[in-house]
Nanobody
Framework: VQLQASGGGLVQPGGSLRLSCEAS????????IGWFRQVPGKEREGVLCSSVMDGSTRYSGSSYSDSVKGRFTVTRDNAKKMVFLQMNSLKPEDTAVYYCGTDPGCIEDYDHWGQGTLVTVSS
């Protein structure tokens, strides 16, 4: 039972990238799925959460980075057991390893995350 992130890479400032999160061993139909990121030496930072309860993508103030509002969106395809993070207008400060995990209630209580994917924003 795991969620695996992929799709990272090197992108120039202002560019876009789409990350994928694929579930293995379980169905995501009834799970809130959260994206979080981490820079070595810094605290883990929640990015966005896809809520099953109300179909929304949650931003939770200081919990889910205000800096990504209007730039990042989350979508899901339950049939394919995948969740996507579309990142636009990328900034150097978005550079991090990105992970996805189950996050019941979208409260940054992650589980079942696997290897992350590195996003580097640099010219």
């Amino acid at each position: 039972v795991q969620l695996q992130a992929s799709g990272g890479g090197l992108v120039q400032p202002g560019g876009s990238l789409r990350l994928s999160c694929e579930a293995s061993g379980f169905s995501i139909d009834y799970y809130d799925i959260g994206w979080f990121r981490q820079v070595p030496g810094k605290e883990r930072e929640g990015v966005l959460c896809s809520s099953v309860m109300d179909g929304s993508t949650r931003y939770s103030g200081s919990s889910y980075s205000d800096s990504v509002k209007g730039r990042f969106t989350v979508t899901r395809d339950n049939a394919k057991k995948m969740v996507f993070l579309q990142m636009n207008s990328l900034k150097p400060e978005d550079t991090a390893v990105y992970y996805c995990g189950t996050d019941p209630g979208c409260i940054e209580d992650y589980d079942h995350w696997g290897q992350g994917t590195l996003v580097t924003v640099s010219s």
